[in-house]
């Protein structure tokens, strides 16, 4: 069996991360909500919704170099977006980002 991982696609973004958890109450449940995305990650990297190729953001296309897009939907209207490797010996979800209703909207081009 292969070793899931979940990581951060920068060391920004993990600190991001990371200040959720000291900030205000909405921040708090956003940190504990993708926490909990990240366990169900770890059982399944394919849970959350593939994404069609013809939808990427050009910017995510040239920043990453990507294979495949995927979101999973958080509460209150928030969207996790992922990119999944793997090779023989692990598979890793990759964070790209995390983004509200209207910026994923404006972002995917919705």
């Known amino acids: 069996m292969r070793e899931v991982n979940v ?6 973004l993990k600190d991001d991360f990371l200040r959720l958890e000291k900030g205000k109450n909405e921040d708090k449940r956003l940190y504990e909500q993708i926490n909990r995305v990240f366990d169900n990650l770890k059982n399944n990297p394919f849970c959350g919704i593939k ?10 296309i040239k920043m990453y170099k990507l294979t495949n897009l995927w979101k999973y939907d958080l509460p209150d209207a928030w969207r996790l977006i992922y990119t999944v490797e793997a ?4 598979i890793v979800s990759i964070v790209l980002d995390w ?12």
């Open 7 to 12: 990581q951060f696609i920068s060391q920004k």
């Open 51 to 60: 994404i069609p190729k013809k939808l990427w953001p050009k910017e995510y």
């Open 87 to 90: 090779d023989e010996v692990r």
């Open 99 to 110: 983004l509200d209703h209207k910026h994923y909207e404006r972002k995917f081009k919705y």
